[in-house]
């Protein structure tokens, strides 16, 4: 049984993205938060590198501002 979590999901994603269409974890993350990076809630948040890497190796959690604006229900 496979594990389903954040950090398998996106490794799933990156798998099946073409070589030709690879980018870094960071611009990756960028075009599936893009929605809240946009947003005003998103405006002063960065992705740093490191943290990103732990988000994607299952090291930490996503960010609690992140999962917030996605959790609220949209109108």
Same mark, same amino acid.
């Given at each position: 049984? &496979?594990?389903?979590?954040?950090?398998?999901?996106?490794?799933?994603?990156?798998?099946?993205?073409? !070589? *030709? &269409?690879?980018?870094? +974890? $960071? !611009?990756?993350?960028? !075009?599936?938060?893009?929605?809240?990076?946009? *947003?005003?809630?998103?405006?002063?948040? *960065?992705?740093?590198?490191?943290?990103?890497?732990?988000?994607?190796?299952? +090291?930490?959690?996503?960010? $609690?501002?992140?999962? *917030?604006?996605?959790?609220? $229900?949209?109108?």
């Amino acid at each position: 049984m &496979n594990r389903c979590d954040f950090s398998s999901i996106m490794t799933c994603l990156k798998d099946h993205i073409s !070589e *030709s &269409n690879q980018m870094s +974890q $960071p !611009e990756f993350l960028y !075009e599936i938060f893009e929605d809240f990076m946009d *947003s005003s809630e998103g405006s002063d948040f *960065s992705l740093d590198n490191g943290l990103v890497c732990r988000w994607m190796t299952g +090291q930490a959690k996503i960010s $609690p501002k992140i999962s *917030s604006y996605y959790a609220k $229900p949209k109108s």
